[in-house]
């Protein structure tokens, strides 16, 4: 299945039997890794660094974390 890095938008295929959603992927053209996201039944791409924007937007929330 072809897929879009976000990075450079360079389009690859990636093996849809061999990945699931949340799986990180990296471009082989510019090496940025991104996570594997279905949408509609369609694998797409994300930056890796969204992942973690999501978990601290849900857990988190807006306040800032002071340890």
């Keep these: 299945m072809k897929v879009k890095c976000p ?3 360079e389009k690859f295929d ?3 039997n061999s990945h699931d959603e949340g ?3 990296e471009c082989p053209e510019c090496g940025a890794s991104s996570i594997i996201a279905v949408k ?3 694998f797409h791409l994300e930056p890796e660094e969204s992942k973690y924007d ?3 937007e849900e857990f988190l ?4 974390y002071e340890a």
Excluded: A, F
Excluded at 61 to 64: P, S, T, V, W
């Design 61 to 64: 929330g807006d306040e800032d």
């Design 23 to 25: 799986d990180s992927v």
């Design 40 to 42: 509609k039944g369609n």
């Design 54 to 56: 999501k978990y601290e």
């Design 7 to 9: 990075k450079c938008k």
């Design 14 to 16: 990636i093996d849809k």
